[in-house]
C-alpha cells in the first residue's frame, strides 16, 4: 500500500461540519476570529522575503502559494485577491465543493483539488510559499506529512506551519476551555496527544532541508476579544522557514 497522511476520522469530522465554513457565527467561529492574525503575518512575511511592495494593491503577482488542508478556502482567497496564483488542497471532497462554489460566488479564480500533499509530491509539484496551517495535528504520519510539505517548497520559497503545542496549557485551554466549557469548537475537533512542540516541528523542518527563519506565539485576549502575535507559544504558534535558493 502507499503511504498515506490520511486520517479518515479526522476528514469525516471535518466533512460533517463543510456546510459551516463561510459562516463567521458557525462552528468554524473560532477560525474566523484568528484569520486576520495568521493572514497578516503571512502577507508581512511574504512581502518582507519576496521584495515585494507593501503598499500595492495585488503585491504578490507572480507567486505560486499552495494551502495544504485548504477547507473552504478562509486563506486561499484572500490571498488571490492580493494577486498570488493559489492551490487549495483538502483531503475531504465536501470541503473541496464548498470552497469550489464560494470562490465562483466571489469570482475568484483558485485550483481547488481534493487531494494531498504526498500525491503533489508524486507529480513533481512545486510552490513559492506552502501553507501548513492547523493541519498537521490532523494528520496521520506526521513525518511524511512534513516531509511531503517541505518537499513542494521550490528553492528560495517558504513554507507557514500553525499549529498547537503540547503542554498543559494548550490541554486546559485548547481542549477542555474551547470545546467543553466556552463550547467555541465541537467536542473531539482535536486530540491533545497529537499536538507538536515547537522543537518537534522545527525538527521535521530542518530533516527536510528547511531553515527556520522565525517563530512566533498567537494568544488570544478575551478582554477585545480578539488575537495577536505574542512570544508566549506555550498554546498556538507559527513557524516559518526557508529552503536554501538554488546556487
Known amino acids: 500500500m502507499t503511504a498515506t497522511t490520511v486520517n479518515d476520522a479526522e476528514v469525516a469530522k471535518f466533512t460533517a461540519m463543510a456546510e459551516q465554513w463561510w459562516d463567521p457565527k458557525g462552528k468554524f467561529k473560532p477560525l474566523h476570529k484568528f484569520n486576520p492574525v495568521r493572514l497578516s503575518y503571512i502577507r508581512d512575511n511574504l512581502v518582507r522575503h519576496f521584495g515585494r511592495d507593501p503598499a500595492s494593491i495585488r503585491p504578490f503577482e507572480g507567486l505560486s502559494i ?43 479564480d483558485i485550483d481547488y483539488r481534493a487531494t494531498t500533499s504526498e500525491a503533489l509530491v508524486a507529480a513533481g509539484e512545486k510552490y513559492d510559499v506552502v501553507l501548513n496551517m492547523e493541519v498537521v495535528e490532523h494528520v496521520d504520519n506526521v513525518p ?7 518537499d513542494l517548497v521550490a528553492p528560495g520559497g517558504l513554507m507557514f506551519t500553525a499549529t498547537l503545542n503540547r503542554t498543559a496549557r494548550s490541554w486546559a485551554l485548547a481542549v477542555i476551555g474551547a470545546e467543553y466549557i466556552l463550547r467555541w469548537l465541537p467536542r473531539g475537533t482535536h486530540d491533545w496527544k497529537k499536538f507538536l512542540t515547537p522543537e518537534e516541528i522545527t525538527a521535521q523542518l530542518r530533516r527536510n532541508g528547511l531553515s527556520v527563519i522565525d517563530e512566533i506565539g498567537v494568544t488570544f485576549n478575551p478582554i477585545a476579544d480578539s488575537w495577536g502575535l505574542s512570544p508566549d507559544m506555550a498554546i498556538n504558534y507559527m513557524i516559518l522557514a526557508e529552503r536554501p535558493a538554488a546556487k
Open 66 to 108: 499552495l494551502d495544504v488542508g485548504c477547507g473552504g478556502g478562509l486563506l486561499c482567497e484572500p490571498l488571490t485577491r492580493l494577486g498570488a496564483k493559489v492551490t487549495g488542497i483538502d483531503a475531504a471532497e465536501r470541503n473541496i465543493r464548498i470552497a469550489q462554489i464560494h470562490a465562483e460566488q466571489s469570482r475568484l
Open 144 to 150: 511524511l506529512y512534513m516531509k511531503s510539505c517541505a
